[in-house]
């Protein structure tokens, strides 16, 4: 649908958004095109590939945002402070946005980077879905591993298991998604 360099040219119609967000190659755009079976979004074994916000309308109801991937460890300082003012007003202000979905890359250790992304989400108070990616490329002692060094990592939250390749996790993530989609807004306490 649109590809943003600011917010200021970011869809107006108020429609719900949910955002994919991780570091540069995690698989974001690959997780994307699985959800919607479709090569809509644009992947590359390159990282720092998605340098814009990019909105994808589904079904005329509601966006898949597929954000900028961060620790990309070539990018200059100029593409980490753009990317650093865009995300911080993109999570910090915008209103239609209903779930962040997390993703790490289940054969790397959580970064720095990564923390700092978790810390931020959970001080917003949006939902929060967490993904570990690229699970086919994993032994089951090996996925046994990445759990548990997940579950070290975020004291115990839960989270789905991906592959963009074979498809696992999709239908999971998909309840998540529709859930996110259908929660009430939050009305004010109104006391009589
Ligand atoms: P940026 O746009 O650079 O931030 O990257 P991204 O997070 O969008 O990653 P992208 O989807 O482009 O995937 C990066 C690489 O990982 C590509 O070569 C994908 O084919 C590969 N990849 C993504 N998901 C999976 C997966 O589930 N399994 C396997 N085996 N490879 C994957
Ligand atoms: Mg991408």
Redesign the pocket.
């Given at each position: 649908m649109k590809s943003v360099a600011c917010l200021n040219e970011a869809p107006r119609d108020q429609l719900p958004e949910i955002a994919f967000l991780?570091r540069?190659?995690?698989?974001?755009?690959?997780?994307i095109n699985s959800l919607l079976g479709t090569k809509l979004a644009r992947?590359?074994?390159t990282?720092?590939?998605?340098q814009l916000i990019n909105f994808y309308l589904v079904n005329q109801k509601f966006y898949f945002v597929d954000c900028?991937?961060y620790g990309y460890a070539k990018a200059p300082d100029s593409i980490r402070n753009q990317w650093h003012r865009l995300m911080e007003e993109y999570l910090e202000s915008r209103e239609p946005l209903k779930l962040n979905v997390l993703l790490l890359d289940s054969r790397v250790a959580p970064t720095p980077l990564d923390e700092q992304m978790l810390e931020w989400l959970m001080a917003y108070q949006k939902p929060l879905t967490l993904v570990l990616?690229?699970i086919?490329?994993l032994s089951s002692n090996e996925l046994r591993e990445a759990h548990r060094r997940l579950q070290r990592w975020t004291q115990n939250s839960s989270f789905i298991d991906?592959?963009?390749?074979q498809h696992i996790g999709r239908r999971e993530l998909w309840r998540e998604i529709l859930n996110a989609l259908s929660a009430p807004l939050r009305s004010p306490v109104v006391r009589s």
């Open positions: 991780g540069s190659n995690v698989g974001k755009s690959s997780l992947t590359s074994s990282p720092g590939r998605t900028p991937g990616t690229k086919d490329k991906y592959s963009a390749i």
